[in-house]
């Protein structure tokens, strides 16, 4: 089966940079994927990465290594409406069309 | 153009009754997905859909939990017999096909048993 470890939560201040880790353990892999969802919301998408290296995608980037099976997304500029709880998830060979999602990781901005 | 799509937002029942969540994804989507989500956590996988198909039922919790799907669209997700435990968030989300990884989500039927 799958897992992934993610912090509980992590809080900072506006303009700064956080970085939420997501390491996973799979039975082969395909990519990771992160997701953001606001309280009372619905989860929205954001980013992808099946290769080594970094994505970067305007203020978010998403960072992956799949020889350590480690990963992290990098919040920059911090505002306010990034308080949310962002979720790594993994999709592996024993189920290609699942997502398996990480516990979430609450991240709050203080002013 | 139009999201996922899901009713009711908030359903209120009785211990041992049943109940019907439906899910319309977004159109041409081909993969649709049921989760459940518990306060504070994360997303748990129910079930997944390819056309009208059920290639995937591994994560529904026990023989009380069915869904099905139409014509390539419109899902429900029926609870029999519920139970306290059963109280969640339940989330659908689909994708075009082989696009399991970016998934588009409705915003939840929020489940309470009494």
């Known amino acids: 089966g799958q897992s992934l470890e993610q912090p509980s939560e992590v809080t900072a201040v506006e303009g700064a940079i956080v970085q939420i880790n997501c390491t996973y353990q799979t039975s082969g892999f395909y990519g990771l994927s992160w997701y953001q969802q606001h309280d009372g919301g619905a989860p929205t998408f954001l980013s992808y990465n099946a290769l080594d290296g970094l994505e970067e995608t305007g203020r978010f980037s998403s960072f992956l290594s799949r020889s350590d099976s480690y990963g992290y997304l990098l919040l920059q500029e911090l505002q306010m409406k990034d308080s949310a709880s962002y979720f790594c998830?993994?999709?592996?060979?024993?189920?290609?069309?699942?997502?398996?999602f990480g516990g979430g990781t609450r991240v709050l901005v203080k002013p | 153009g139009a999201g996922v799509s899901q009713s009711p937002s908030n359903k209120v029942t009785e211990k041992g009754k049943d109940v019907e969540l439906r899910c319309d994804p977004i159109?041409?989507?081909?993969?649709l997905y049921w989760y459940r989500q518990s306060l504070g956590q994360g997303l748990e996988f129910l079930i997944y859909?390819?056309?009208?198909?059920?290639?995937?039922k591994s994560g529904l919790p026990s023989d009380r939990f069915s869904a099905e799907r139409t014509g390539g669209s419109v899902s429900t997700l029926t609870i029999q017999r519920t139970q306290q435990e059963d109280s969640a968030v339940y989330l659908c989300?689909?994708?075009?096909?082989?696009?399991?990884?970016?998934?588009?989500f409705g915003p939840g039927t929020r489940l309470t048993v009494l």
């Open positions: 159109s041409g989507h081909t993969a």
């Open positions: 998830a993994v999709r592996d060979q024993a189920a290609v069309n699942k997502l398996t």
């Open positions: 859909f390819q056309g009208n198909s059920a290639p995937d």
């Open positions: 989300a689909s994708s075009p096909a082989g696009r399991s990884d970016e998934q588009f």
